[in-house]
């Protein structure tokens, strides 16, 4: 027996299921994609970014950080609303904003202004879409990619794949300065 029991579900379903899920995937998306943009165009553009990744700890320099990151925050959150190798877009959700959790936003905690609260939901909605279908509407569904019927394996890829990408940066080029000493 499939995961779906497809006989049992009524006529329109994969109708309804894919237009809420596209809803979902455009807001998704466009705030991962806005994020990037955001990095790249506003602001204090890629230098600013570069300098932030350089206060950080992100070594050998910021600029390498600043471009990927902000590169895949661009790209998989397109990817993300196109419904465009959705496991995978996620992966780069998870990867990425498992960073930012750990270098960024781990000292001030879940619940503050600055904490990981909002990089864990948005890493968390990506793997849901990507687990359950980006849907009928989806360039995925278009081309066969699908992983509808396979929620266990796109789940798989977008944590697995996200959380190794993740924790391998961070293995590699996360080093932060040590706390000064304090005067007391």
């Known amino acids: 027996m499939s995961l779906f029991a497809t006989a049992s ?3 329109n379903y994969w109708d309804s299921f894919s237009t809420i899920t596209l809803l979902v ?7 991962f994609a806005a994020h990037g943009y955001k990095h790249i165009f506003l602001g204090g553009k890629l230098a600013g970014t570069a300098r932030w990744f ?4 992100m070594k050998p320099n910021g600029m390498i950080h600043a471009v990927l990151a902000s590169a895949t925050e661009l790209a998989c959150g397109i990817m993300m609303i ?3 190798l959705t496991p995978f877009a996620a992966a780069g959700y998870v990867g ?3 960073v930012a959790a750990w270098t960024n936003h781990r000292p001030h ?3 503050s202004d600055s904490g990981w609260e909002y990089v864990s939901i948005l890493g968390t909605f990506a ?9 009928k509407h989806s360039l995925d569904w278009a081309l066969g990619l699908d992983f509808a019927f396979k929620p266990f394996t796109a789940f798989a890829i977008a944590v697995v794949l996200g959380v190794a990408s993740g924790v391998g940066l ?11 000493a304090s005067d007391a």
């Open 82 to 84: 196109l419904g465009l």
């Open 127 to 135: 793997v849901f879409i990507a687990s359950v279908s980006p849907g």
């Open 54 to 57: 350089d206060s950080l700890g």
């Open 109 to 111: 905690g879940y619940w």
């Open 25 to 31: 995937r455009v807001i998704v998306g466009a705030t």
């Open 170 to 180: 961070l293995v590699a080029f996360y080093r932060p300065d040590a706390p000064a």
């Open 9 to 11: 579900l009524p006529s």
């Open 96 to 98: 990425v904003l498992l």
